[in-house]
């Protein structure tokens, strides 16, 4: 079985503060990893994904993640934060080799304030 | 380039009523193609998945079915809505290789009453 836990269900900063949300993992293998963001009302547009090697990853917008398999964790980080980063943020996995695997965290709802 | 188009964007529906939405992808041969359903304010559940024309496998049983009449379409329906079954619909696809990222459509909010 595969899990995402996405622990924050919101998360609250200042425009210019550094922003880090969370995400772990539970999954037997070598997971996929993905961040999706959503825009209110809109539908989900790519940030990044870890396949495999470095364990930072660069994304769009500015964003980047950190592969930890010590604590199966892969978190987003951007600063400095800024108000358009308002949004919910989505980790996901892809398991089994297959993306017809794919399981979505809950979401954590990030309100960047200016 | 590859687009994505979902129809319709909105539904308002009375409870018991049928529903069909759509999804055509133009500019992409074979995709794999999805659809997720988001509740108000919730996390993403897959519905349905299909690799080939003919060919969809359900995931979940939400009182839904999905068709994949053309390489490039898919369809979501039911014959008697639920309100449970309100929410936002998000079709998607990939070219079908692991670990490749997924492109949404816009989505269509469905209001059942």
């Known amino acids: 079985a595969q899990s995402v836990d996405q622990p924050d269900a919101h998360v609250t900063l200042s425009e210019g503060a550094s922003l880090e949300l969370r995400c772990s993992y539970s999954?037997?293998?070598?997971?996929?990893l993905f961040w999706y963001v959503q825009y209110p009302g809109q539908s989900l547009q790519f940030l990044l994904k870890y396949i495999t090697g470095d364990t930072v990853v660069k994304g769009t917008k500015g964003f980047e993640a950190e592969f930890r398999k010590s604590n199966s964790s892969f978190n987003l980080k951007k600063s400095p934060a800024h108000w358009s980063d308002s949004a919910k943020y989505f980790c996901?996995?892809?398991?089994?080799?297959?993306?017809?695997?794919?399981?979505f965290g809950k979401g954590t709802k990030l309100s960047v304030k200016s | 380039a590859q687009t994505i188009h979902q129809w319709p964007v909105a539904e308002i529906k009375a409870v018991g009523s049928p529903l069909s939405l759509g999804c055509t992808i133009k500019g992409k041969s074979s995709p794999n193609l999805y659809w997720y359903w988001q509740a108000t304010g919730g996390t993403l559940q897959q519905l349905f998945y299909?690799?080939?024309?003919?060919?969809v496998e359900s995931v979940v049983q939400l009182n839904l079915s999905a068709s994949r009449p053309k390489d490039d379409q898919f369809i979501l329906s039911t014959e008697k809505l639920l309100l449970s079954h309100s929410g936002f619909y998000l079709c998607a696809w990939t070219g079908g290789l692991s670990n490749e990222r997924l492109f949404f459509g816009h989505g269509t909010k469905l209001s059942v009453l």
């Open positions: 999954y037997s293998a070598a997971p996929y």
């Open positions: 299909s690799i080939t024309v003919g060919q």
């Open positions: 996901a996995l892809e398991g089994g080799g297959s993306n017809a695997k794919l399981t």
